[in-house]
Structure formats: structure tokens, C-alpha cells
């Protein structure tokens, strides 16, 4: 990887920190939280994250670069088995770990596949305790989420905090994990806020939207990709983009009886797309069909699973 140096002689400290954790604990809302902008995709949805997003906060002495990993889970096809390599990519080069646990629940089999897997990692380990503002019983959580780190040797600092509507708790959660990154060049220039490309980050809008507006299992069953941004002289971004489904009959129902269901996620992904980008855009979106695509390691490939 490219290493930057600081704009001074000073020495510089940068390093990888991966945000870890079953599905839909926040993982997701605590990177953007960090970063204090938007890079990854979210939704009340489990496993809206499928691919370990890197969002980067830097300072003028430090870079620290989050790896937000899809959740840990019993995988049921290819795409599972993608998303549970990632994390398992993610926990093999970096310098730190932060586990994210729901305060509203026990420990789940899914937790303790988490705890498993990092117990005895030799990397310093954060437990965050998210969602204390809606959580009934928040420290006898943690007591419980703690026992599962039992027999561990090296220390697991804790905090509890509420990744959506407690910023300054995420700054001191920030601001600890500064100080403890190694003396290093910087990975990433400064001002960079991922390492995505601009149309990488505008399917993953795209797919939050969908998954958002579809129910049962089918959010599961779309994949999202960007195939043309151009910008005007007016300053219009024209964006082309498809959403991937793997079946005829799940084509109708993202278009929705009159193209409605298409038109209301084409809608809400267009303004949060203008809100970040501060420009009108025109999105322009179709449905296609890729047969079993979750099953098909080639068009997993295709789709920038890889």
C-alpha cells in the first residue's frame, strides 16, 4: 500500500482499526459517527454492510483508518462466505480490533462466534457496548457480553455509548484509539474520507435505499452497481446505475405495480446523493436479472465482490 508522508518532518503515527460484530449492531452508524460523515451504507436491515468499507480520520500528527466489516454470521451461500472472509481479511492486518455488541439483547450464538474468533487475537481489543439509550438493562449486558472474552490474556478495554446520538461519547472512543496507533507514514492523503470510488459509494446509497423500501428476504437478493457518472457544465451529475436481482419474478416487484417502487427508491437515494455531494443529481436506474447471482462466484466477481 502507498504510505504519505506528513506535510512536516514530525514524526506520524497511522494505523488500521476494524469495526467488528454480528449483524446489524451498529457497526455502520458508529464508522460514520467517527468519521462525521457518511461512507457506509445503513439500514435497520441485518447485513446491509457486505464488503469491509475503509473510512479514514486524520489529524495533523494521525491517521486512523476504520475497516467496517460486514457482520459475523452462519453463512447460507457464496455471498456469506464472501462477507464472512472479509472480516476474517480485515482481523489479519490490523493494528486494533473494536467488537460492537447490541445493549438491547443477551449474547446470541452469533456473539459468541464473534468472542471465538477474537478472544485470543494478540491485537488490543475494544468493547463497545452500542444503543444505551434504548437498552433496558445496559450493564447487566456487558457482564454478560465481558464472560464471553473469559480467559483472554491481553487487556479488553471497554466504553458504552450510543453510536447515533452520543457523538461526544464516539470522539473520546476516537480520540483513545489516536493515541494508541503506532509511529507510521500516513496509508491514505489527507482529506480522504474512503478509499471507495465515487461510484462504489453511490451503488452502496442506492442498495441502502432499496433494502430500506423492500421487504421480507428480496433485499437480500439485490446487488447494486454504478455504470456511468458524468457532470454537466451546469454542475449536474448524471448518474446510470442497475439494481441485480436473481430472479424474473423479483424483477417486478423492485419496479412496483407502475415503476412506483422504483421511482420511491430512485428518489431517496437521489437526495442523499445531492445532500453529500452538494449538486443536483439525475439518477438514472434499471432492474436486471443475473440468475442464482449470490451462488455464482463469477458473478460475484462481476459485481465487485472479490
Do not use: C
Not at 129 to 135: E, L, Q
Not at 149 to 171: D, I, K, T, Y
Not at 287 to 302: H, P, T, Y
Request: hydrophobic share 40%.
Amino acid at each position: 500500500m502507498t504510505e504519505f508522508s506528513s506535510r512536516t518532518d514530525a514524526p506520524t503515527r497511522s494505523g488500521f482499526v476494524a469495526i467488528i460484530g454480528k449483524p446489524n449492531v451498529g457497526k455502520s452508524t458508529l464508522l460514520n459517527s467517527f468519521l462525521g460523515v457518511k461512507v457506509a451504507p445503513t439500514s435497520p436491515r441485518p447485513q446491509t454492510t457486505r464488503k469491509g468499507v475503509r473510512g479514514i480520520y486524520t489529524t495533523d500528527e494521525a491517521q486512523l483508518v476504520f475497516v467496517d466489516t460486514p457482520g459475523i454470521h452462519k453463512p447460507k451461500d457464496a455471498m456469506g462466505k464472501y462477507m464472512n472472509n472479509e472480516v476474517n481479511a480485515a482481523l489479519a492486518d490490523v493494528d486494533a480490533v473494536v467488537w460492537v455488541v447490541d445493549l438491547r439483547h443477551p449474547p446470541t450464538d452469533e456473539d459468541q462466534m464473534v468472542a471465538r474468533q477474537i478472544r485470543n487475537l494478540p491485537k488490543p481489543l475494544t468493547l463497545v457496548g452500542n444503543k444505551t439509550d434504548v437498552a433496558k438493562y445496559p450493564e447487566e449486558a456487558m457482564k454478560l457480553y465481558r464472560a464471553l472474552l473469559e480467559g483472554r490474556e491481553q487487556e479488553v478495554s471497554e466504553v458504552m455509548l450510543s453510536a447515533q446520538n452520543n457523538p461526544g461519547q464516539v470522539q473520546e472512543l476516537r480520540d483513545q484509539l489516536l493515541a494508541g496507533l503506532p509511529e507510521s507514514p500516513f496509508f491514505f492523503p489527507r482529506g480522504a474520507s474512503s478509499d471507495q470510488s465515487r461510484e462504489q459509494w453511490a451503488a452502496e446509497i442506492i442498495r441502502e435505499e432499496a433494502m430500506k423500501k423492500l421487504r421480507d428476504e428480496l433485499p437480500y437478493a439485490v446487488a447494486t452497481r454504478v455504470n456511468s457518472w458524468t457532470e454537466r457544465e451546469d454542475g449536474l451529475q448524471r448518474i446510470e446505475g442497475e439494481i441485480v436481482v436473481e430472479k424474473n419474478a423479483h424483477k417486478g416487484m423492485v419496479i412496483g405495480a407502475g415503476g412506483k417502487q422504483l421511482r420511491e427508491i430512485g428518489q431517496a437515494a437521489r437526495k442523499q446523493l445531492e445532500v453529500f455531494l452538494n449538486h443536483k443529481v439525475y439518477l438514472g436506474l434499471q432492474v436486471i436479472v443475473i440468475n442464482g447471482w449470490r451462488e455464482d462466484v463469477e458473478a460475484l466477481r462481476e459485481l465487485g465482490y472479490e
